[in-house]
Nanobody, 116 residues
């Protein structure tokens, strides 16, 4: 069973930065894609950013230019760098692994709160 350790969330002021980390117990190199999703209270879970095995990245329009995703295959870790944070970025952020078979696994989530 794939396990995740997500970290880096917390409280930050508007305009600040955070870097989320997702350490995975299974190889991320062998995954079809890794991604970060977020869910605010009362809203559906949505994509923030994802990266494929070929290092192709997708970033949601709402965070484009502010968020970036990267990975360290040697550490089986995926990162989400979040800059210029806004209150509307407040949410629980989840790490997701998608295999080539289509199966998906989610992390437990880490809270990000942007507030003055």
């Amino acid at each position: 069973q794939v396990q995740f350790v997500e970290s880096g969330g917390g409280l930050v002021q508007p305009g600040g930065s955070l870097r989320l980390s997702c350490a995975v117990s299974r190889s991320i190199r062998s995954a079809y894609a890794m991604g970060w999703y977020r869910q605010a209270p009362g809203k559906q879970r949505e994509l923030a950013a994802r990266i494929t095995s070929g290092d192709s990245t997708n970033v949601a329009d709402s965070v484009k230019g502010r968020f970036s995703i990267s990975r360290d295959n040697a550490k089986n870790t995926v990162y989400l760098q979040m800059n210029s944070l806004k209150p509307e970025d407040s949410a629980v952020y989840y790490c997701r692994r998608v295999s080539y078979s289509g199966s998906e696994t989610w992390g437990q989530g880490t809270q990000v709160t942007v507030s003055s």
